[in-house]
């Protein structure tokens, strides 16, 4: 009799767990894309006006990247006009 709440309590652990370890790789994931988008659109920059963007700004405006803001924080140091810029991408807390 107690066999069948134990084992549906079980399922459903298991399936809350499994869908918390989706959601944190679908978050790393978008994060890295990002990042990622970020690189390739300054290395585009680079190599179509031989300087890399002066700041996020200059990448959204001029080559269209999207940032959403609600969900990541991104530190974009530039430390000269023919040195790629240190880009890093972090997740904000909800």
Known sequence: MLLLPAAAAAVLLCFFTALSNLEAGRDREGRLQLEE???RAAVT????????PPD???LEEHYGVQIDEQRF???Y???GSNLMPDITVLEREP
């Not at 920059?45 to 890399?52: D, F, P, S, V, W």
């Open 37 to 39: 988008a970020l690189r």
């Open 45 to 52: 920059c680079y190599a179509a006006e031989g300087i890399y």
């Open 56 to 58: 996020l700004a200059y």
């Open 73 to 75: 924080a991104v530190d």
């Open 77 to 79: 140091t530039v430390f």
